[in-house]
C-alpha cells in the first residue's frame, strides 16, 4: 500500500450503498479522511484473528473474503465494504480479505468510523 495520503472522493464513496445515504456534507468529511490505497492482486488486506483498526470500502477491483474454519466465504466488488465487524463489535478480525485482482481501496482509521460510519448500522 502506498504511503502517501490521497483522499478518497466524494463521488467514490457516493456509489457505496451503505454510504450513499450520508448528507453531502459528512460524505465530503469522510471523503477527506479515508485515504485510499493500490492493493495488488495477492495481497491480504486484513487477516482474520488480528486486531482491527480500520473500516475499508472496495473503489475497485474484485476481493475474496474467506474465514480459517469455513473457506471461502463471499466475493467483494467495487462499492462493497468489509472490517466494519471488528471496529463495531471491538473484537478481532472475523475473517481474512485478499485482493484477487489489482484493487483501489479506501480507509478509515477508527475514531472516523465511529463518529461517521458507525451510526450508520444502527438500525441493524
Do not use: N, W
Not at 469522510?30 to 491480504?44: F, K, P, W
Not at 472475523?94 to 482509521?109: F, I, K, N, R, Y
Amino acid at each position: 500500500m502506498s504511503p502517501r495520503h490521497v483522499p478518497a472522493s466524494v463521488t467514490e464513496l457516493a456509489r457505496v450503498g451503505l454510504l450513499s445515504t450520508l448528507p453531502g456534507e459528512t460524505l465530503a468529511k469522510l471523503a477527506d479522511r479515508m485515504q485510499r490505497d493500490e492493493v495488488a492482486a495477492g495481497t491480504v488486506v486484513i487477516r482474520e484473528g488480528e486486531p482491527g483498526d480500520r473500516f475499508f470500502v472496495l473503489l475497485s477491483g474484485i476481493a475474496a473474503v474467506s474465514q480459517t474454519s469455513l473457506g471461502g466465504r463471499r466475493v467483494l466488488r467495487a462499492g462493497e465494504y468489509f472490517g466494519e465487524v471488528a471496529l463495531a463489535m471491538g473484537v478481532p478480525r472475523t475473517a481474512t480479505v485478499t485482493a484477487m485482482t489489482p484493487c483501489l481501496v479506501a480507509s478509515c482509521d477508527e475514531a472516523t468510523f465511529e463518529e461517521l460510519v458507525r451510526p450508520l448500522f444502527a438500525d441493524d
